[in-house]
């Protein structure tokens, strides 16, 4: 076993050696934004409602709608979020999370694969909705795509990290936690 962790741990350092210079860089993104960002606190805070609402509850009730069986519809939930933040919102719930950590990957890759042309087709032209809408709905995936857009991706790390943060919280309070697993039907 000692082994097979060696290798897992030997492949994996490389990439996490690079997480804390991807995370600088977005962070002095958002810095330099910060005048931007607190003028448009408004629209942020809503992005952010609306990422949890329907990040979280608007997936559960959707996949109770498709008839999923309990466990796809707990797994599915916490889809839009980074996966260590998944991993705590499954943790909350009582689920497994490696079916959830797998399903973030596909949201994050169709998000960033698709989500720029249909932004750009449902009229979303500026940063500010731009980057808003990939961090909200297309966590840390999403919002490396935006680097292609630098004047949106700041607007992408603060929705990816509220919209995170927010549902972590929702699902670990008792009364939002229950309200979430009553939407999901399990």
Known sequence: ASD???RQ???GAPLQRLLGPSVLALAVGVYGRRRDVAANWKAVAATTAA???VGLYGTALLARAAGLPPAARLALL???ITSP???AVCTSLGE???AAVALV????VLGAAGGP???TALGATKPLPRGLAMGAAAHGIGTAQMGSEPEAQPFAAIAMSLVGAASVVAASLPPTRAALRAVAGV
Do not use: E
């Open 4 to 6: 097979v962790y060696k």
């Open 9 to 11: 741990a030997l492949c």
């Open 51 to 53: 990422g949890v609402g």
């Open 78 to 80: 916490p889809r839009c």
């Open 85 to 87: 933040l998944a991993i």
């Open 96 to 98: 497994d999370h490696a």
């Open 105 to 108: 990957v596909v949201t994050g």
């Open 117 to 119: 042309s249909a932004l």
